[in-house]
């Protein structure tokens, strides 16, 4: 490949890479800046930063006015709230462990069933009288612990049924 595939080099030397002749040298100051031929009229080329530790340039656009737009807040942090700006009520423990007991039924029978409507029952008063949240997990825990309760007692009635036909049906064909 030779540089006449890629086009003619220009010979503006401003185009070419390296140093661009119009920015990058040094200013009245010794550091880099642009041109002073290229300032808008009235302006200066080239502003000097600060002459040492501590000091710092003047504001080109004059004193600011308003507070800093920096710098701590002047309010104290409010305490956390829900979101909506009024503290989160709380929920009655008992009745958590009611609608709890009442699920778990399912796996500890009655055993949990029945506690299930006792803390469901305690709850709902502590709720009446405090006017804590969890009246729905309350009645929940009660309703679920009494028809688990009950299915438990129709399942054994079937049980105790079946045994006693099976029992009847055992001696009619020993006797007979």
Known sequence: MTSDDFGSVPADPASQPGPNPQWGQPGPTGQPGPDPQYSQPGQQAYAPGPSGPGQYAQNPYGPQYGPPQYGPPSY??????????????????????????????????????????????????????????????????????????????????????????????NGQINSG
Do not use: K
């Open 76 to 169: 104290q942090a409010a305490p956390y709230t829900s979101g909506a700006g009024w503290p989160a009520r709380r929920t009655n423990t008992l009745a958590i462990v009611a609608l709890c007991c009442g699920i778990g039924q399912f796996i500890a029978g009655p055993f949990a069933g029945i506690p299930a409507i006792i803390l469901g029952a305690v709850s709902l008063n502590q709720i009446q009288r405090t006017g804590e949240d969890g009246r729905g997990m309350a009645i929940a825990g009660v309703v679920i612990g009494i028809v688990g309760v009950l299915l438990f007692v129709v399942v054994i009635v079937i049980i105790i049924g079946f045994a006693h036909s099976v029992g009847q049906f």
